[in-house]
């Protein structure tokens, strides 16, 4: 979520993608706080080029979309984990446990928005 007044942006949850929980909980979310745009990382290689993720990426906005009334852009999401351990501050060994609770994913999502936003002038 992001604060256009603040120009900051704070993740608020993560959702596991395991039999469509993610799908079901952003569409509840988009619905509770009326969004009409999302933001999505993409993830590219080093290049720029589309990796093999990419394609059930957008398949799963598209699902999205055809759920609810809304516009999804993405962004390169290149470098976003690295950047959201450097960030807080976590070592290249992380424990397992900080990486499955979602720490990593909410900061790089945050970074992801924030990149997001400074190319659209905001």
């Known amino acids: 979520m992001a604060d256009l007044s603040e120009k ?7 959702y596991p993608r395991a039999r469509k929980q993610a799908e079901t909980k952003i569409l509840e979310f988009i619905e509770k706080n009326q969004i009409d745009l999302l ?7 080093e290049n720029g080029q589309e990796t093999s993720e990419c394609e059930s990426i957008r398949r799963f906005c598209q699902r999205l979309c055809k759920r609810a009334l809304i516009k999804v852009e993405f962004v390169d999401e290149w470098g976003s984990s690295l950047d959201a351990k450097q960030r807080l501050n976590l070592s290249a060994s992380i424990d397992p446990r900080i990486r499955k609770s979602g720490v990593i994913d909410a900061e790089a999502a945050s970074i992801i928005l924030e990149r997001y936003l400074s190319n659209q002038g905001n």
Do not use: H, R
């Open 39 to 45: 933001v999505v990382g993409l993830p590219l290689d």
């Open 8 to 14: 900051s942006c704070q993740a608020l949850e993560t």
